[in-house]
Nanobody, 127 residues
Framework: QVQLVESGGGLVQAGGSLSLSCAASRRPFSTYAMGWFRRAPGKEREFVAA??????????ADSVKGRFTISISKDNAKNTVYLQMNSLKPEDTAVYYCAAVVSVDRDYVSRVGYNYWGQGTQVTVSS
């Protein structure tokens, strides 16, 4: 099992910045692709960003490219994935979820197929 716990959401004015963190407990000897998704009120959950275990491959949704940055830090017991969000817009308002998928390929990155999810953290951007 992998447990994911997000933090760092909040209220910010348009043009501001927020940083989200997701602490992930690790299964020994396992590697993961990690991602961020979001669900806005009345909308389907959508992909935001993903990063491979090796950090070699990173993918962003077009709507956040150039504004958001995903990164990952690792140690023996856990890893933490971050989402730095700059130049925030009201349309970025959503509940943000981090997710993980086990992969033997350390360079694997994906927009789908995640099987571990955090509880979500609210991000609200006021105009």
């Amino acid at each position: 099992q992998v447990q994911l716990v997000e933090s760092g959401g909040g209220l910010v004015q348009a043009g501001g910045s927020l940083s989200l963190s997701c602490a992930a407990s690790r299964r020994p000897f396992s590697t993961y692709a990690m991602g961020w998704f979001r669900r806005a009120p009345g909308k389907e959950r959508e992909f935001v960003a993903a990063i491979s275990w090796s950090r070699t491959n990173i993918d962003y949704a077009d709507s956040v490219k150039g504004r958001f940055t995903i990164s990952i830090s690792k140690d023996n017991a856990k890893n933490t994935v971050y989402l730095q969000m700059n130049s925030l817009k009201p349309e970025d308002t959503a509940v943000y979820y981090c997710a993980a998928v086990v992969s033997v390929d350390r360079d694997y990155v994906s927009r789908v197929g995640y099987n571990y999810w955090g509880q979500g953290t609210q991000v609200t951007v006021s105009s």
